[in-house]
């Protein structure tokens, strides 16, 4: 009997986004193997932690690397190092904040968005710059650093457009003597972002494993300076304190370090010809079925170099044709009265699936 029929549980391809809630990515053989491997037997967590760092931060072209339990849990480690100046005492204190010395980290704005409150889960007090829906200028921000300030965290999707470049935060905050944290979670592809944004000046970028990463859901990565990456090896999880939640297994660590080595050794343009060929076998499926407006967009919904095909099918409202397309199994993305396909988390055998599934539904849906 399969776990799906044991539990009662549906199973779905995601052809919609790598929402965790939808299970994000899978994890491709590699890793797997690895996690199983390292699962049937003991090792020394900080030895494996501080290794695969080193091995991380050598296939990432940066100084230091380290293994989070995801991009949420990355920033409530970074808020926590950044505000507890590495001190052992304000570390397990947080997120009582009394013994830090700087206990504020600045934010755009024009970036707001959930994951922040992981970084206040820290106990880190959120300064926010600017008004909602204006524009932040560069002289606000420097007006926002004060002594207290620990950290500036940046978004580098949401709100960008109405926010100063990334470059010049970054010799704001450098001529301040205040670390830069980006937090570039879902931009994967391209690979190069994985340097991009710390070769930039960023002290730390962070980004989640079970995106496009195709690694362990509850696994992310941090790559940047040693010196932040010294003090989560002393302070994070498992040590006691306000991150211990946010453990993570040795299983987490083998596969996500496979996960990017895997990823890394897939040339950038094989990857995208790979995504296209899928975009392509969707976009053809959705002009059999009468989809009108067809259009490959060359970005994912945050940005990322990761194509995907939207159209607006044919005698049925998007909106109902994905609801029934999900009672078939097949994850899809609707906006603006636009059906939206994103391959990026399927096989090409996968997505051969999710085609035929597609053109069943719209064929049926469009007959009633
Ligand atoms: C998805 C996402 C996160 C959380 O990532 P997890 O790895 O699921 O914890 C954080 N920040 C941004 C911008 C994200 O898109």
Redesign the pocket.
């Known amino acids: 009997m399969s776990i799906f029929e044991e539990l009662g549980v549906h199973c779905y391809l995601n052809a919609e986004d790598?929402f965790?809630s939808n299970g994000?990515s899978c994890m491709g053989d590699e890793t797997y193997r690895a996690m199983r491997e390292i699962s049937s037997s003991w090792v020394d967590l900080a030895e494996l932690q501080r290794a695969a760092g080193e091995a991380l931060a050598r296939l990432t072209h940066n100084e230091a690397a380290y293994v989070s339990?995801?991009?949420?849990?990355?920033?409530t480690l970074c808020a926590a190092a950044a505000v507890s100046g590495g001190d052992r005492d304000a570390f397990l204190a947080l997120p009582d904040t009394t013994l830090c010395g700087r206990d504020e980290v600045v934010l755009l704005t024009p970036q707001r968005?959930p994951?922040a409150r992981?970084i206040a889960a820290s106990g880190a007090k959120l300064r926010w710059v600017g008004r909602e829906g204006r524009g932040v200028s560069l002289g606000e921000l420097g007006a926002a650093l004060t002594p207290r300030t620990a950290a500036i965290f940046y978004?580098?999707?949401?709100g960008a457009a109405l926010c100063p470049p990334l470059e010049d935060i970054l010799v704001l905050a450098s001529a301040n003597g205040i670390p830069v944290f980006v937090?570039?979670?879902?931009q994967l592809p391209p690979a190069e972002n994985l340097w991009k944004y710390t070769e930039l000046g960023a002290e730390l970028a962070?980004?989640?494993?079970?995106?496009g990463l195709a690694g362990p859901?509850?696994?992310?990565i941090i790559v940047g300076k040693r010196r932040w990456v010294e003090r989560f090896l002393a302070l994070g999880a498992p040590h006691e304190g306000v991150c211990r939640g946010s453990k993570v297994t040795r299983e987490a660590i083998a596969g996500l370090y496979t996960a990017v080595r895997v990823f890394l050794s897939e040339p950038e343009e094989e990857r995208q010809a790979k995504l296209l060929r899928k975009c392509e076998l969707a976009g053809e499926t959705m002009r059999r079925c009468g989809f009108t407006g067809l259009r490959i967009e060359p970005k994912g919904p945050?940005g990322q170099d990761s194509p995907r095909v939207t159209g607006v099918p044919d005698g049925v409202d998007a909106q109902t044709l994905r609801e029934a397309l999900r009672r078939a199994g097949l994850l899809v993305g609707c906006e603006g009265g636009r059906l939206s396909f994103h391959p990026q988390m399927m096989s090409e055998e996968q997505t051969k699936t999710a085609c035929a599934i597609l053109e069943e539904t719209a064929r049926r849906m469009k007959e009633v």
């Not at 978004?155 to 949401?158: C, E, G, K």
């Not at 937090?183 to 879902?186: Q, R, V, Y």
């Not at 962070?206 to 995106?211: D, R």
Request: charged share 10%.
């Open positions: 790598t965790t994000a339990a995801g991009a949420a849990s990355a920033l968005n994951y992981s978004f580098v999707y949401h937090d570039a979670a879902a962070l980004f989640s494993g079970g995106k859901q509850d696994s992310g945050v």
